[in-house]
C-alpha cells in the first residue's frame, strides 16, 4: 500500500515534469499556462513536508530561470 509521503512525492515530481514540458511550449502558450501551474502548485505547497518542499521549490526555481 502506498503511504502519503509517496504520493506526495509522486504528485510533486509530477508537477516538476508539468513544468519542464510547459518550458518546451511557444511563449504565447507559456504565459497562460505558468500562471495556472503556479496556482496548482501553491495549494500544492501547503500539502508538503518541509524536505519535500525544499526540493519543490528547487526544481520549479530552477524551472522558471529557464523560461526568463
Given at each position: 500500500?502506498?503511504?502519503?509521503?509517496?504520493?506526495?512525492?509522486?504528485?510533486?515530481?509530477?508537477?516538476?515534469?508539468?513544468?519542464?514540458?510547459?518550458?518546451?511550449?511557444?511563449?504565447?502558450?507559456?504565459?497562460?499556462?505558468?500562471?495556472?501551474?503556479?496556482?496548482?502548485?501553491s495549494q500544492l505547497r501547503d500539502q508538503l513536508s518541509q524536505e519535500a518542499l525544499r526540493g519543490f521549490e528547487l526544481a520549479?526555481?530552477?524551472?522558471?530561470?529557464?523560461?526568463?
Amino acid at each position: 500500500m502506498t503511504d502519503s509521503s509517496e504520493l506526495q512525492g509522486e504528485i510533486t515530481a509530477l508537477c516538476c515534469f508539468v513544468g519542464a514540458l510547459a518550458s518546451t511550449l511557444p511563449l504565447s502558450s507559456q504565459m497562460r499556462l505558468w500562471p495556472a501551474f503556479e496556482q496548482k502548485a501553491s495549494q500544492l505547497r501547503d500539502q508538503l513536508s518541509q524536505e519535500a518542499l525544499r526540493g519543490f521549490e528547487l526544481a520549479t526555481i530552477s524551472l522558471s530561470s529557464k523560461r526568463g
